[in-house]
Structure formats: structure tokens, C-alpha cells
């Protein structure tokens, strides 16, 4: 048994086609076939009609069945049956019968749907039972008389039963108009941006009456894709993709400014999307941030979208920075995105990545090939008719003779014969007659047969021209396309703008400059020019019940190191604080994150050590706050960033009274996270309140005001000239400048040399001459309120 089994395997192996070969070699090259079948039959369009397989045998099934615009809707369940039957045996079509029919999906739909397509949202049609479909009527563009006018080639079916066309006519340059949104195969993908068809149409006649145009000249006609739900496109970026066929583009939905009906509160409104949008998570993506308050001041979102009109409403309060707000939706949304193409599609079993100029050609090229197949067809099929008028037209006038010579004839060659001699006919025409009834023959008319013939002389003529006159044949592709425009074309929905800010729908600009305020609980809030002369003009302001500490002009795009007393660092971008929402404890200081600065950074802490930082050196992460000074034993009290140069001097005061000063070069600048150094030597209990940073060379000319307590609880002040307190070594012991018995701890020291400004607590200004004050000091002149003082000047 065993023995004759090998013998049927040795028999069949002996029959078979056994190639001996490298596997490693046959595994690439078989993959390579695999591909390249996958690719050409199946997933990327045809350059010249724009279509997949599937998508062209739908069209074409649709057309040989008469599912016409002008006939009833059939169901889709049919319509994909008779396509899979017949022509596309790999998979159920109708998804992409229904794609073909989402104008948000194709910019000039080819299937005429009826029901349940899907939505924009990304809900998918009904079921193929439920809904109906047949040929939109801009197909008949792409289709254009496949069937009888022989100007595509054919091939066999799946089975070999039947023929379908290897690429449809295509006057309606589809390749481009509707692109192809997304098509993936092995190893490679195609995605061709939609454009007007207008502007392509009005390309491709310029090329057609210009055979040396640029891609420079068709861009002045063809500006750039058009998508089927509008945005805006940033112009930088098209040139490069109709140069090399794929590229990336910047896209932005434009917005209106609403006023809530309801409420009277501002909404914003987002009329469309970027292309390749979910509008599902947009929407929730918007929500979230509001919910986070990473949108402060807005209300709710809300889509009150109807197909195609988009509407994103999202609402406001009153107090909303408007520009700030749509500034961070286009900056953390897909609002604002890019997208990439490749212009890749099949011409000639090959693939290739076709540019504008490319696809321009083949299109003419398609063109003149399909018109000159159509026109030799009708020239040979009109010829023949013709020639059998001009036989009728010849026994016309003697049809009775003819006939009698027919059923006189005892044979079919002998009437030929009598026929051919009598009326001088030809093989094709007596054939004809002979073929024709009796009836027929009788009741022909003559004017009819002499009508057709001029007309058949008439189209043979024309035809003719079209072959053989070049220029003939450019006017009737030019007089095609015009007639394309006239029925189909319509405006252009996306709009192409050289920067976003020019293409803005609202006139509302965000300025780049604004002041972040630091106030004494840590709260940072920041403010446009225009707000910040409020707060400070308005003594009703009511922010100004809580006093701050700092306020600096920065950018938006500054990165701020928020300095606390305990020596952390943070670093924090200014988008994040744009919206006032975010509170430091014990934050002291804030300069801007600038890793080329000169300046150097002073931090005075309570017991009398000094720490001077590099600014240049302080690499700080976002969001990772980093220790400063190294060992820290007590909290910073003061905080300055100064230029590091010779005559920039620090006075220190303490809480009992004394003044110390010294040079700023005395310290050596070091890294962050180094130790601090010692300065003044304090006496047992006494400590570092406060600090200034002056010029040496302005000593003479500034004064120093100094606010202090008296026992019994009442406010005291001194003014001396600030060239009286000697610039010592920083190890020096400070001096008490206020030595009374009244006298109970030091506050405040301030430096000027024209007025002081002082708030108090009930937020009215004092302002201070520097003179009449250092006069009233000999006289121990000070007040009798409690009082809050801050250096406007500062």
C-alpha cells in the first residue's frame, strides 16, 4: 500500500511545473507581485478617471442596467449584488456605494442616494435593504457613452462571461475634483486633495490653448484644493505639493461672533472644520477643556450643525477675552491642523506620484486618445450607414422594378446579380435590400432617405475634422469642459489666506504683549495693556482690594521661573496663566525663562545670606520645580534680577534697624543649586527685612526712606541721603541707623530720588516729596494710621 502511494506522489510530482529556487529570493519577488496586483486592481485610482476598480465597476454596472438619474431609485441591495455578481467578486461594495454619495466625503457625489447615507459625525449608513440609490448625474461625465461609442478599451470579467472597461471615458476630470480622500494598499497610500472644478476645468483650457504653460501659469488659475466643507488653507505649502505630489497643508476653521439671543452673552461660532475632521471629538474634546477650566469664562459647547452647515456654538460670559479664547481653541483643537497628501494613483499598470503639471498632461493626452477612439468609430459605423442610403436613394425612385426583380429571382445570388447590374450596387447594399421586407421596402420615403444621407455627410465631415484638424479637436475638448463648468461648477468653499491672522473672520486681534501681575497670595493673573491701565487708574477696581507685589511687561510666549520663599523655582508657560487661574503659595518673584540672559539673579534670604544665580545657567523643566539654593536654613525675603555690573549695590535693613550696603560683585555668580553666602553679620535675633538694588554712581542724587514701628504701635519714617550710608565689604558688620527708645522693628526701606508712592490699607496714595520729608524727619514727623506700603516705582 505504502509502495503505491509513493508512486501516485512521484506521478503527480513528475507532472507538475517544479521550479528549483532560492527562497529568500522567491519570498521578495512574490510579495513584489502580490503588491503590485493589490495595488493596480484593487486600492489606488487610476490617474486618468480617478477611480478604484470597485468604484468604476459601480459606475459602470449602474449605467449597463439603466439605473439612470432619470429612472427610479433601485435598491442598493440590488445595485451591489449585480455589481459583485458580475464584475467585483472580492467583497461587499455597498460601503463604498455610499461613500460615493457623502458630499462630505466627495465634493461632487456620484451616486444619487436615497435614505439613511451616515453623517458627518461619523455614523454609518443604513442597511443596504433599507436604501436606495442610482447614477447622480455628474457621472454621466465620468461614464460618457461607454457603452456604444468604443472609446475605452475592454476586458474580460472575473468569470470571462462578460466585458467591463479597464477606465471610463472621464471628461469630468474626477482624479482631481473629488481627489481621493483615503486610499491605503500594500506598502503605500493615496490621498489627493478635492478642488473646484471651475478653477481645474479653466486649467486644463489654458493648457489646452498653451502647450508650453508652467506649473507658475495653471497656479494662477488652479489656487489651490478645495474641500467639500470649506475652512481656511494657508497658502505656504500647495506650490510645494503640485511640484512633487505630496506635501503637507495648513487648514483653520473660520468662526462669526454671535451675541446669545436668549442672554445677550458672546458665543462663538465655528461655520466649519479642517478636512478629515471628527466633529464628535472635537465637540468633546471642547467640552473637557471647559469642564477643566482650561477654557475659563466660556459656558457650554453646543453643535446645532445640520448636514454641510456647520455650527459650533460655544458660549461665553460676559468678562471672556474673546481672541485669547478662540486663540487657545485653534492652539489645543483640532480647529486649527495640518494634513498630509500624496497625489498617488496607477497610469499605465504602473504607480506614480503625480504632480499638477503631470496630471494636467495625462488628462489631455486621455482626452485627445478617448475623442480620436469615439470619432474613428463613428466615422467607420456612420460610412456604413451612409452607404446603405446612398443604395435606397438609388432604387428609390424605381422600388417597384426592384421588387419584382427580387420575387422574380428564382435564387438569392441571381436577384443579387439582376440587382448589382441594374443600379450599379455594392456587396454591403444589396445585402441590405435583399435582408429588408417587401413591406418596408415598399413604403420607404424619399425625402427621408435624401434627409439622412446629407445628415450622415454632414457628421462624417465633422468627424473627420476632428481627426485630422488638431485645432479642431482642442476647441471641442475646451467647448466639452466650458460646457462641464456651466452645469456643475459652483464657488470655491475653501479659502486660501497667506497667514491665518489675514484670513481671520473677526476684526478682534490678540496682542502679544501683556503684564503679568503677581499679587502678595501668590495668585499670578495676567492682563492686556488695556485692562492693566485699568487696574491701575481705577481706584474702584476691584482687584485692587488684594495688593500686589510685582508687575512686568512679558509675551505670550514667554516662559515665566516663579521664585517662592523656600528657595523652589518653577518654570511656567504664559499660556497657562493667561486665564488668572493659577495661585503660587509663598511666590515672592517671577522673571522670564531667557537661557541667553546676561543678568544675574539676587536672592536675599532672612538670616542674612545672599545667593546670586546665573540666569544663563538655570535649565529648568516645565512643570519639575527645582530647589535654587542648596541647604537652604531660611526663607528668601527679598528677590531682584539685576545687571551684573560694578556699580549696581545691595542695602540690606534689618529688623532692628540697621542698614548695611555693599557691592553686587562681592558675590560670585553660580549655578542654581549652589550654596548661598554669608554677608552682614547680624546681631543675636536680628534678621534680613527687606532689600534694595541701586547704582553706585546715582548715591548722591537718591535718598532712602525708611518705615518703621513705633512701641506703641504708630508708623514712623526717616529719609537720609543715600551716599551717608557707606558701601562697606559684605562680611561687615550693619550699622542702626534709628537708634531711639520708641523704637520697635523696621518695615519697609524704599529708594528714589524724586518722590515715594505709599498705598494704605483702605487703598489711598500717598506721595511723598523727597525733600519736605527729609526735613520733617529731624523733627521725628510719621503717622498715626497703620498703612500698607508698596513701592509703585519698583
Not at 56 to 70: A, H, Q, T, V
Not at 133 to 138: F, T
Not at 429 to 443: A, E, F, G, P
Not at 498 to 510: A, I, K, L, Y
Request: charged share 30%.
Amino acid at each position: 500500500m505504502a509502495k503505491k502511494q509513493k508512486e501516485d506522489i512521484e506521478s503527480l510530482v513528475a507532472e507538475e511545473n517544479i521550479v528549483d529556487c532560492d527562497l529568500r529570493d522567491e519570498l521578495p519577488r512574490s510579495y513584489m507581485d502580490y503588491t503590485m496586483l493589490s495595488i493596480i486592481g484593487r486600492a489606488l485610482p487610476d490617474v486618468r478617471d480617478g477611480l478604484k476598480p470597485v468604484q468604476r465597476r459601480i459606475l459602470y454596472c449602474c449605467k449597463e442596467k439603466g439605473y439612470d438619474s432619470n429612472k427610479p431609485y433601485i435598491k442598493n441591495a440590488k445595485i451591489s449584488g449585480d455589481v459583485m455578481g458580475n464584475y467585483h467578486p472580492h467583497s461587499s461594495c455597498y460601503g463604498t456605494i455610499a461613500n460615493m454619495a457623502q458630499p462630505w466625503v466627495y465634493r461632487y457625489p456620484l451616486i444619487d442616494f436615497h435614505g439613511n447615507v451616515g453623517s458627518i459625525d461619523g455614523d454609518s449608513q443604513a442597511s443596504e435593504r433599507y436604501t436606495e440609490g442610482r447614477l447622480a448625474k455628474i457621472s454621466y461625465a465620468i461614464l460618457e457613452d461607454v457603452l456604444d461609442k468604443h472609446c475605452v478599451e475592454f476586458r474580460d470579467n472575473y468569470s470571462e462571461t462578460l466585458k467591463e472597461p479597464i477606465v471610463l471615458p472621464g471628461l469630468f476630470p474626477n482624479f482631481l475634483a473629488n481627489g481621493c480622500p483615503n486610499a491605503i494598499a500594500v506598502g503605500y497610500t493615496s490621498c489627493v486633495p478635492s478642488h473646484n472644478l471651475n478653477e481645474v476645468c479653466d486649467g486644463i483650457i489654458y493648457a489646452i490653448k498653451h502647450d508650453d504653460f508652467t506649473l507658475d501659469d495653471i497656479m494662477k488659475i488652479i489656487k489651490g484644493p478645495d474641500f467639500p466643507y470649506g475652512s481656511q488653507m494657508l497658502k505656504k505649502g500647495i506650490k510645494s505639493l503640485y511640484e512633487t505630489g505630496e506635501g503637507s497643508l495648513s487648514f483653520r476653521a473660520n468662526y462669526i461672533i454671535e451675541n446669545n439671543s436668549e442672554n445677550g452673552n458672546p458665543q462663538i461660532v465655528f461655520t466649519d472644520m479642517p478636512p478629515f475632521s471628527d466633529k464628535p471629538k472635537l465637540i468633546e474634546k471642547i467640552h473637557d477643556m471647559i469642564m477643566e477650566k482650561t477654557l475659563p469664562r466660556t459656558i457650554s459647547v453646543r453643535d446645532e450643525s445640520k448636514g454641510l452647515d456647520i455650527r459650533i456654538v460655544i458660549e461665553c460670559q460676559k468678562t471672556a477675552n474673546i481672541p485669547l479664547l478662540i486663540k487657545d481653541l485653534y492652539d489645543k483643537t483640532k480647529l486649527q491642523a495640518n494634513a498630509s497628501f500624496h497625489m498617488r494613483g496607477v497610469l499605465d499598470k504602473e504607480l506614480k506620484l503625480v504632480t499638477l503639471v503631470d496630471y494636467i498632461h495625462t488628462y489631455i493626452s486621455f482626452r485627445k486618445e478617448v475623442l480620436n477612439n469615439r470619432y474613428s468609430y463613428l466615422v467607420e459605423a456612420d460610412s456604413k450607414k451612409l452607404n446603405i442610403q446612398k443604395g435606397l436613394a438609388k432604387v428609390i425612385d424605381d422600388i417597384k422594378t426592384a421588387v419584382n426583380i427580387i420575387i422574380d429571382s428564382e435564387t438569392v445570388d441571381d436577384a443579387k446579380k439582376k440587382l448589382v447590374s441594374k443600379y450599379d450596387l455594392n456587396e454591403e447594399q444589396v445585402n441590405y435590400i435583399l435582408d429588408q421586407k417587401t413591406r418596408s421596402l415598399v413604403h420607404k420615403d424619399r425625402e427621408v432617405i435624401f434627409k439622412k444621407i446629407k445628415e450622415l455627410e454632414d457628421n462624417l465631415k465633422q468627424y473627420n475634422t476632428y481627426l485630422t484638424d488638431d485645432n479642431a479637436m482642442k476647441q471641442l475638448m475646451i467647448d466639452q469642459l466650458n460646457g462641464l463648468k456651466k452645469e456643475f461648477g459652483d464657488k470655491r468653499r475653501t479659502t486660501i489666506v497667506s497667514d491665518f491672522e489675514s484670513g481671520s473672520t473677526s476684526s478682534q486681534e490678540v496682542s502679544e504683549d501683556v503684564y503679568a501681575v503677581l499679587y502678595a497670595n501668590g495668585k499670578i493673573n495676567v492682563y492686556e495693556e488695556d485692562e492693566y491701565q485699568k487696574f491701575i487708574d481705577d481706584k474702584s477696581y476691584k482687584d485692587r482690594t488684594n495688593l500686589f507685589i510685582q508687575a512686568n511687561k512679558v509675551k505670550r510666549s514667554d516662559d515665566l521661573l516663579i521664585i517662592r520663599k523656600t528657595g523652589m523655582v518653577e518654570r511656567v508657560p504664559m499660556n497657562s496663566l493667561q486665564y488668572n487661574n493659577m495661585k503660587f503659595e509663598d511666590a515672592i518673584n517671577f522673571i522670564v525663562f531667557n537661557t541667553e540672559s546676561k543678568k544675574v539673579l539676587i536672592s536675599v534670604l532672612k538670616n542674612g545670606m545672599v545667593k546670586k544665580t546665573l540666569v544663563n545657567k538655570m535649565k529648568f523643566r516645565i512643570n519639575n520645580p527645582t530647589q535654587i539654593i542648596k541647604d537652604m536654613e531660611s526663607e528668601i525675603i527679598i528677590n531682584k534680577l539685576v545687571d551684573d555690573v560694578k556699580d549696581e549695590t545691595i542695602t540690606l535693613a534689618t529688623n532692628n534697624g540697621c542698614i548695611g550696603r555693599f557691592s553686587v560683585n562681592s558675590f560670585v555668580a553660580t549655578a542654581s543649586g549652589a550654596k548661598a553666602m554669608p554677608t552682614c553679620k547680624l546681631e543675636e535675633n536680628d534678621f534680613i527685612v527687606d532689600c534694595k538694588i541701586s547704582n553706585a554712581s546715582e548715591d548722591d542724587v537718591n535718598k532712602i526712606l525708611t518705615i518703621f514701628e513705633w512701641n506703641d504701635g504708630s508708623l514712623g519714617y526717616k529719609v537720609m541721603k543715600l551716599s551717608d550710608i557707606l558701601v562697606k565689604g559684605r562680611t561687615a558688620r550693619a550699622l542702626n541707623y534709628i537708634p531711639s527708645k520708641k523704637f520697635k522693628n523696621l518695615l519697609h526701606i524704599y529708594i528714589a530720588k524724586d518722590n515715594f508712592v505709599l498705598l494704605n490699607n483702605k487703598n489711598k496714595e500717598y506721595i511723598f516729596d523727597t525733600y519736605e520729608v527729609f526735613k520733617r524727619t529731624e523733627k521725628g514727623a510719621g503717622f498715626n494710621k497703620t498703612i500698607t506700603p508698596t513701592n509703585f516705582n519698583n
